[in-house]
Nanobody, 126 residues
Framework: QLQLVESGGGLVQPGGSLRLLCVPSGFNLHHFAIGWFPQVPGKEREGVSC????????RYADSVKGRFTISRDNTKQTVYLQMNSLKPEDSAVYYC???????????????????WGQGTQVTVAS
């Protein structure tokens, strides 16, 4: 079965850091753009960051610019989301998603991504 597996979530105090990981199961990540999409109960998933297959392009939502960094290591089949200076409003279930594509651009709309993981909970609280 082709799927993604997220890890690295947890409870952290405001101002703290977490690093999320996204690993594929059953397929090679090399040709896929990857996005990260947090979701809180009652709201739609929103894209906060994405990265192209060869790391030529990255994008960030305004809400996380300067605080989150997306990266990938294709040799390890892993995409990372380094989250620093976390705020309570960053609390959500974070999903990673994949789309098979080439090029130096990636999208932040959930509807663009056909493959999803099960999510990892991030809670920012004192």
């Amino acid at each position: 079965q082709l799927q993604l597996v997220e890890s690295g979530g947890g409870l952290v105090q405001p101002g703290g850091s977490l690093r999320l990981l996204c690993v594929p199961s059953g397929f090679n990540l090399h040709h896929f753009a990857i996005g990260w999409f947090p979701q809180v109960p009652g709201k739609e998933r929103e894209g906060v960051s994405c990265i192209t297959p060869l790391s030529h392009g990255t994008r960030y939502a305004d809400s996380v610019k300067g605080r989150f960094t997306i990266s990938r290591d294709n040799t390890k089949q892993t995409v990372y989301l380094q989250m620093n200076s976390l705020k309570p409003e960053d609390s959500a279930v974070y999903y990673c998603a994949a789309i098979l594509q080439a090029g130096a651009w990636c999208g932040l709309l959930p509807t663009q991504y056909p493959r999803w993981g099960q999510g990892t909970q991030v809670t920012v609280a004192s």
